[in-house]
């Protein structure tokens, strides 16, 4: 069993940066892949970054591509996501998710709001 909990979200203005992150409990936190997501109001929730156990495999979605990076550490059982160039449209609630088996994402934290104001 894998708690996460996401942190680091806030209210910046059009341009600016924050940096997200997912503190994991338990020890085989290190051992799965992970993934950011983000639902905004009155939209689905979408896919946003991905990094594998070891941290040597990313993805994004084109949307943030250039603009945010997927980092981890596995020592402090944390993932991170570093958010860049923010635009109005990356206002959402951000969650992130592990995934144990490289099928799907079986654990999922509470969600961090962020909000960019134009």
């Known amino acids: 069993q894998v708690q996460l909990v996401e942190s680091g979200g806030g209210l910046v203005q059009a341009g600016g940066s924050l940096r997200l992150s997912c503190a994991a409990s338990?020890?085989?936190?290190?051992?799965?892949?992970v993934g950011w997501f983000r639902q905004a109001p009155g939209k689905e929730r979408e896919f946003v970054a991905r990094?594998?156990?070891?941290?040597?495999?990313?993805r994004y979605a084109d949307s943030v591509k250039g603009r945010f990076t997927i980092s981890r550490d596995n020592a402090k059982n944390t993932a991170y996501l570093q958010m860049n160039s923010l635009k109005p449209e990356d206002t959402a609630v951000y969650y992130c998710?592990?995934?144990?088996?490289?099928?799907?994402?079986?654990?999922w934290g509470q969600g961090t709001q962020v909000t960019v104001s134009s």
């Open positions: 990094i594998s156990w070891s941290g040597g495999s990313t």
């Open positions: 998710a592990a995934d144990p088996s490289n099928i799907k994402y079986d654990y």
């Open positions: 338990g020890r085989t936190f290190s051992s799965y892949n």
